[in-house]
């Protein structure tokens, strides 16, 4: 059974970095065919996703918040580590790790609980 | 970047009928799009994939339709349990975007 949790702090101040922490069970990270993404929901809003890394390590961003993520695997933990650099009360969101689906195509089959992120100072 | 927009925003409709979302894509994702159901306070929901394949578990009342830029969800007879945001999610590039989301209301 596969399952994701999100962990981290629910408020940090302007130009602070974000630490989350995905903790996973159920799957192995160890090849290109499996990858764990990050995606955030603004309240009220739609969502955006933000990163993807593979098992084999390959990693993808999204290219209008490229500059300020990092996404890291420590597969002795199960954990997925996504930093996001010089936060702002805008980054404020639901942020959700998710698991991308075995195989060539990247979208989302299991989802963890999400984990609310306020920035404000 | 891909750019995703769905139409309608808001849908209103009673239930048991049928009811058809719109997704576009600004340029050809070929078939490389999936719909999520999102309920208030909870993560989304994998419903299609490959902008026709039922996932599991999923009830055959949802199905999805197209290719290339144009793209539908279809309710067929709508369930209390469907009043929901759903949300269309583009992989044909490296940059996995969403659309902005249907919210399906009671009417």
């Known amino acids: 059974q596969i399952t994701l949790k999100e962990s981290g702090p629910t408020l940090v101040k302007p130009t602070q970095t974000l630490t989350l922490t995905c903790t996973y069970s159920g799957f192995l990270l160890s090849t290109s065919a499996v990858g764990v993404g990050w995606i955030r929901q603004p309240p009220g809003e739609a969502l955006e996703w933000l990163a993807l890394?593979?098992?084999?390590?390959?990693?993808r961003y999204s290219p209008s918040l490229k500059s300020r993520l990092t996404i890291t695997k420590d597969t002795s933990k199960n954990h997925v580590v996504l930093t996001m650099t010089n936060m702002d009360p805008v980054d404020t969101a639901t942020y959700y790790c998710?698991?991308?689906?075995?195989?060539?195509?990247?979208?989302?089959?299991?989802w963890g609980q999400g984990t609310l992120v306020t920035v404000s100072s | 970047d891909i750019q995703m927009t769905q139409s309608p925003s808001t849908l209103s409709a009673f239930v048991g009928d049928r009811v058809t979302i719109t997704c576009r894509a600004s340029?050809?994702?070929?078939?490389?799009l999936a719909w999520y159901q999102q309920k208030p306070g909870t993560a989304p929901k994998l419903l299609i994939y490959?902008?026709?394949s039922l996932e599991s578990g999923v009830p055959s009342r949802f199905s999805g339709s197209g290719s290339g830029t144009e793209f539908t969800l279809t309710i067929s007879r709508l369930q209390p349990d469907d009043f929901a945001t759903y949300y269309c999610q583009q992989f044909e590039t490296y940059s996995f975007t969403f659309g902005p989301g249907t919210k399906v209301e009671i009417k």
């Open positions: 490959r902008a026709s």
């Open positions: 890394i593979y098992g084999n390590d390959d990693k």
């Open positions: 998710a698991h991308r689906h075995v195989g060539g195509e990247t979208y989302f089959d299991y």
């Open positions: 340029q050809n994702i070929h078939s490389y």
